[in-house]
């Protein structure tokens, strides 16, 4: 990639070049051929430019996103052309973790999403989130609510960790309140917003089903996509882009609680939400969010809702039961 985009910036120039000379042997007047070549290189300079944040975009966006495609499955349309419908599940890893590591540990239920034809895209978070502290310590409560010591491979269990929003502009690695029940002030949840409508926009060109696939953190990110839509079904809001989304599969997760102010006074409502279907799956053994605390978020939808329990911790369940499940949820709408 590298080198075509450098290609492109090199053959810009020499072409601009070779335009300007040609233009100086039938100018009248040397000065006007010189300024004519003037204005090409600045045209050139800008060209290059483009191309070279062009670039730095891709490289970007290509680090921090996964996008894994599945066989299309075409369709026969009304008149009888050949069109190409496509499922897709968008992966919203957890706190503390980044999406090398999400993809990873979702290989088994990647590979039967895969096999069903439905594409799957990995993001990243956008907040980096720091060193625990400087001594390289966390307080007992911040280093239990790491999510399983999610990419846990340098000393301190924490590597490369990023959040979809922190809690304490203080201490961004305390997210001890989290799961409290209060109104908390989700600090870089626009950010993140953002990120995500640029994603869903970006792939609903050729996606026409769109599933999001919340764990724990990323299940408290979909819970206000779900009530955006809910809003925006009302003419309350400007979020239209979460219409696109069909269905929301929330894996150990648990409610939000923005603080009205932060999301638009009290226009964003939390409970009864009858627009996203959602499928909420529930691990018997999660200590990290106790099976209570996650049917208080199955509670906060109240139409086309679907559980699935089963007997492992906090974790995405990779077994053939609960991923043809979700298969089924996605594929089938049950």
Not at 183 to 210: C, K, M
Not at 270 to 293: F, K, W, Y
Request: charged share 25%; hydrophobic share 35%.
């Amino acid at each position: 990639m590298d080198h075509d985009y450098a290609d492109d910036a090199k053959d810009a120039k020499d072409a601009k070049g070779a335009k300007g000379a040609k233009g100086a042997k039938n100018a009248k007047d040397a000065d006007d051929a010189k300024d004519a070549n003037d204005a090409d290189d600045d045209d050139t300079d800008v060209e290059v430019h483009r191309l070279e944040q062009r670039h730095s975009a891709c490289s970007e966006q290509i680090h921090h996103r996964i996008y894994l495609p599945a066989t299309r499955t075409a369709v026969e349309t009304n008149n009888n052309e050949r069109s190409f419908r496509c499922q897709l599940v968008i992966f919203v890893h957890g706190w503390a973790q980044n999406v090398r590591v999400f993809r990873n540990r979702n290989n088994k239920l990647t590979n039967r999403f895969l096999n069903h034809g439905i594409d799957c895209l990995f993001l990243n978070a956008p907040m980096h989130l720091p060193p625990l502290n400087d001594a390289g310590q966390a307080s007992p409560s911040t280093r239990t609510s790491i999510e399983s010591n999610s990419t846990g491979s340098d000393s301190q269990g924490r590597q490369d960790a990023y959040a979809w929003f922190c809690y304490d502009a203080q201490n961004p690695t305390d997210r001890s309140l989290s799961q409290s029940g209060q109104e908390l002030h989700y600090i870089g949840i626009e950010t993140s917003l953002q990120l995500l409508q640029y994603e869903v926009e970006r792939v609903s060109t050729t996606s026409t089903n769109i599933t999001l696939l919340g764990f724990s953190q990323g299940a408290v990110l979909c819970h206000v996509v779900a009530a955006l839509k809910e809003r925006s079904a009302k003419n309350i809001g400007r979020d239209d882009w979460c219409h696109r989304i069909q269905r929301c599969i929330f894996v150990g997760g648990f409610p939000a609680t923005p603080s009205n102010w932060q999301m638009e006074h009290e226009s964003l409502r939390l409970r009864n939400l009858t627009q996203m279907r959602s499928l909420h799956v529930i691990g018997l053994q999660d200590t990290s969010v106790p099976p209570p605390l996650s049917h208080k978020l199955v509670k906060c939808f109240s139409q086309n809702v679907a559980v699935l329990e089963h007997s492992k911790g906090h974790v995405v369940p990779q077994h053939a039961e609960a991923s043809q499940e979700m298969v089924d949820f996605i594929v089938k709408g049950r």
